[in-house]
């Protein structure tokens, strides 16, 4: 592409997201929807650029992802998104209520089950649990890492024959809960819910072909404040993907 076709292009991009933003007041602070499963690095993220950003301050609503789509759907002040996987964001950026050119992958993640240690069972092994067993696992109409578990256990040929041992959590935290309160002796959850915790541990991750990849994708909300793709930017920056790794998260 010549290079004045380019520059135009690139300029193009920058005004449309400029004009998906609002004048931000120096006491409003940006709101971010973040999924679950952010809930313990997302104050870190908030600190370091508050520190780094004069004057900006940033607000963030937890919640699984599907829930929090239907918030912004209901017109919820959010200026922006922080979901559990690409598709609600699409969904979202499809309805004209993301910004599509400020969407981006900001970190990775790994699908793993999770129990006690020494409890005897891997993936493939979730059918010979006894009869009285329980497994814990995102709703996967509104939970990304019950979506991912789905397709994982779809692919293993086991999600139909395990129906009917499944406990649904609503959101990846209610999941970690119920195997950690021992109300089910396994759950599936994404690797980075065990940062912190010594009572669970690893017993098998997702591999192979069928296997997922979870990803933590975020975007403007159309008419958010302008500071929203600001704290995006940030969130993608080294100094970001350094905080979000060191609570466990891929790269990218």
């Known amino acids: 592409m010549p290079v004045r076709r380019c520059r135009f292009a690139i300029a193009l991009v ?4 400029m004009g998906a933003c609002r004048k931000q007041g120096p006491d409003e602070a940006t709101s971010v929807a973040a999924a679950s499963s952010l809930r313990e690095v997302m104050p870190e993220l908030t600190r370091a650029y508050e520190a780094s950003h004069a004057g900006r301050r940033v607000t963030a609503t937890y919640a699984a992802t599907g829930d929090l789509r239907k918030q912004v759907e209901a017109g919820a002040p959010v200026d922006v998104v922080l979901f559990a996987g690409g598709r609600p964001v699409d969904d979202l950026i499809s309805e004209g209520r993301a910004v599509r050119e400020s969407r981006r992958v900001v970190a990775t993640n790994e699908l793993v089950l999770v129990g006690r240690k020494g409890t005897p069972f891997t993936f493939a092994t979730l059918t010979k649990l006894p009869a009285d067993e329980k497994i814990a696992v995102g709703d996967p109409r509104t939970v990304p890492v019950g979506e991912y578990a789905r397709a ?72 958010g404040r302008e500071g929203a793709a600001d704290f995006l930017s940030f969130v993608a920056s080294p100094p970001g993907e350094t905080l979000l790794a060191s609570f466990g998260f891929g790269a990218p």
């Open 14 to 17: 920058v005004l449309a997201t």
């Open 152 to 223: 994982y256990l779809t692919a293993l040929g086991e999600w139909d024959a395990l129906q009917g041992r499944f406990v649904l959590g609503a959101s990846v935290a209610a999941v970690l809960a119920y195997v950690r309160r021992g109300e089910v002796v396994v759950g599936i959850v994404y690797r980075t819910e065990l940062h912190g915790i010594d009572d669970l541990v690893v017993l098998d991750e997702a591999k192979g072909e069928g296997a997922p990849r979870p990803q933590v994708v975020g975007a403007v909300v159309t008419g």
